[in-house]
């Protein structure tokens, strides 16, 4: 894939998982204010639903990429010399795919219960 | 790239006096900054909750810290103005609102917007 065909990939990333992002976040919102006040066993019955908790998944990794893409761009942007930029976007690569690690261990913990 | 011209650079960030749709991008930047450093929180919470009853009301408890509101708050504007600030860009995307009247208008919608929704939601939920 050619260089140019890679920006407009993560142009195009950038807006798909903004979308996701944004319909998961107002539809947990909607849910959290149409069940008020949220317990535990509501909370968790919620997160056990095998679709739920796949489109969470989603929405974590959706944030995930959105972020690695939107952080990246401020690196490139402010970040100098370049070799503090590589180190600032390895460790950036290195923060978020710990993130990812992290829900993993929370997903199988879940599904343990 | 070399430049071998002599334009002065002028980069006083306290004397650059950014349009009003650069305050918006600018905002969107920091705002998504912010949202970044809250993720792994985010994580922390969600594995608290789901952790047992306990901690389920511990995670509750937390967000009654006025150290906590005060972050919660801040989160609050930064979701906001990121979303909406999204939405205007999502819709310059598509050749809506480009023309430099319409982005104005829109930047200082989106800017407004999220402050006063900031405002409302903070006094109803967590103030």
Known sequence: MSLQAQGMRTWLLQRLTA????????????????????????????LSQPLI???????????????????????????????????LLTGLAFALTAMATWLLLIVISLVKV | MKRS?????????????????????????????ILFLSIPYSLYLLQLSLSGEAGFKQAIASFSSPWFKLALILLLWSFLHHLLAGFRFLFIDQNIGVSLAVARKSAWFVIFAALILTLVISGVWIL
């Open chain 1, 19 to 46: 979308i996701y992002i944004a319909i998961y976040a107002l539809s947990l919102l909607a849910w959290g204010v149409v069940n008020s006040p949220v317990t535990y066993h509501s909370w968790i019955t919620l």
């Open chain 1, 53 to 87: 908790l796949i489109t969470t998944i989603l929405f974590y990794l959706s944030v995930l990429i959105h972020a690695w893409v939107g952080m990246r761009d401020i690196l490139v942007d402010y970040a100098k010399p370049s070799s503090v930029r590589f180190i």
């Open chain 2, 5 to 33: 011209d002599n334009r002065p650079k002028y980069l006083n960030l306290l004397k650059i006096r950014l349009p009003i749709t650069g305050i918006a991008s600018i905002n969107h930047r920091i705002s998504g900054l």
